[in-house]
């Protein structure tokens, strides 16, 4: 027969903070582990312009999280000598470059060529500059920044494994 112990919080001996809260929904929020993760497939585009290629609108599980954020672009392919410029943004915002959200990571690339042997990969990462502020509705953006013609995504055989990938993990603290 297994035995059932009934705690609101779970406090270190001599301690004055509680170690692990078990939140509303009966789950212990123990800082340092994953809350939820979310992804968003980006599909091959044609991009001519400053584009949103991603979004992801998600509730956070805990007001005060950090929240884990990458992006992932193969074949990228564009005119040699231009370059591509990626960004990621969240926040609780729906409009990407409203002043309530936060760029936290950006990454230029140089165009190599338009054929499939002339392909690169953008990738791009944070972890740290932005914290939940709250547990309503939040987004994370996934966004080009014009430079020339670029193609995302190219040369890739359609399926899930050759997207690109907006991925956010929120991390309890």
Known sequence: MASIINV???????????????????????PGHTLQVQQALISEATLSADTVIATITWTPKQS??????????????GDSGNIAIFEIFLGPNSTYDNGANTKVARNRVALDGTGAAETIT??????????????????AFAVFKHQTNVVVARHGDGTDATKGKLIIQ???Q
Not at 8 to 30: F, N
Not at 72 to 77: C, E, L, Q, S
Not at 122 to 139: E, I, K, P, R, V
């Open 8 to 30: 609101d919080k779970v406090r270190r001996t001599g301690g004055t903070t509680d170690a692990i809260s078990i939140s509303s929904s009966d789950h212990a929020i123990i």
């Open 64 to 77: 005060g999280s950090k929240v884990l954020a990458q992006l992932y672009i193969p074949n990228v392919t």
């Open 122 to 139: 953008a990738y791009c990462a944070d972890y740290g500059l932005f914290t939940t502020s709250s547990t309503s509705t939040h987004y």
């Open 170 to 172: 929120e991390i309890a």
